[in-house]
């Protein structure tokens, strides 16, 4: 793939959960408009497999092995990246987890927990540990769902907290003002690993299709042009604001 421009030439950006998937479209977006990439996820192999891939792209690179509710890991991303590049221009908070089909009242607390600490606590901690480092016109951006606006029944629980980062993003974007402006992305569906009911279930997908108006899935590029579009210069007046992804799918006003 051909570099697509230069609107993060000397920018360092983080992204979470970025070996595969949205995250890592994310990282190669940036990386394609001239970032120096730094990547992670929970497994040594996933990272360097990636980290891989986005070098034969000619992207510059780091990898670092980050499980974003462990907080050692976590310190150790913001002290390689910082030791490998001297800043930090753009976060990405992409982790999340949903490991629980069942009812928000059926699920067992450990289970509550672990969606919470992976879903909302680790972004914030995640945050804390970079803004020490965060440069004067950099930018922060969640990933949300449009499940945070309507959580359904078999993800009821993920969409709590999905919508929890919609007001994470306002509280935050409000906090780290004037120097760090904080952005949401809300995606609709994408086939990937995460959603692997999207694959595997004809008539489910087919389903989610005819509730967008563009009458398809997303895909991860077009999460990460809407991610790219809001941590560079061009949506340097807008932070605080959630970008819905999702094809027109129902979500708000
Ligand atoms: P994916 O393709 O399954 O990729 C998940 C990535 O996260 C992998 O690189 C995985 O690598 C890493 N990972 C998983 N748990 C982690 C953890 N605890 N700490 C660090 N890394 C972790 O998932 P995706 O669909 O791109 O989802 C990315 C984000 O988009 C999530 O926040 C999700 O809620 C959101 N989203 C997705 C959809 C969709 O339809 N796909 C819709 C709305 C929102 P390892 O296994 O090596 O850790």
């Not at 570099?3 to 920018?11: D, E, L, S, W, Y």
């Not at 890592?24 to 990272?47: D, H, P, T, W, Y």
């Not at 034969?56 to 150790?76: F, M, W, Y």
């Not at 009812?103 to 901690?125: F, H, M, P, R, Y």
Request: glycine share 8%.
């Amino acid at each position: 793939m051909a570099k697509m421009g230069t609107r993060f030439q000397g920018k360092v950006a983080i992204v979470t959960a970025s070996t595969q998937g949205i995250g890592f479209s994310i990282a190669e977006r940036f990386g394609l408009e001239g970032a120096s990439v730094v990547i992670s996820s929970r497994k040594q192999k996933n990272v360097d497999e990636a980290a891989e891939k986005l070098r034969a792209r000619g992207i510059e690179v780091l990898g670092v092995v980050c499980h974003v509710s462990n907080a050692q890991h976590r310190k150790q991303l913001i002290d390689n990246t910082i030791q490998k590049y001297g800043r930090i221009d753009v976060v990405v908070s992409n982790a999340a987890a949903n490991p629980s089909v069942e009812g928000i009242l059926e699920t067992q607390e450990s289970v509550l927990d672990k969606i919470w600490e992976i879903n909302v606590k680790a972004s914030i901690l995640i945050l804390k540990d970079a803004a020490p480092h965060l440069q004067k016109g950099s930018s922060v951006i969640l990933i949300s769902s449009i499940a945070a606006y309507q959580p359904q029944a078999s993800m009821a629980m993920y969409g709590v907290t999905k919508t929890a980062l919609l007001g994470l993003t306002k509280a935050l974007a409000s906090e780290m003002a004037p120097n760090t402006r904080v952005n949401c992305v809300a995606p609709g569906f994408v086939p990937t690993h995460f959603a692997g009911f999207l694959t595997s279930n004809e008539a489910i997908r087919k389903g989610i299709e005819e509730r967008t108006l563009l009458s398809r899935l997303g895909t991860t590029a077009d999460m990460a042009a809407a991610t790219a579009f809001l941590a560079s210069d061009d949506a340097s007046y807008i932070t605080g604001e959630t970008l819905v992804v999702a094809g027109g799918s129902p979500s708000r006003l």
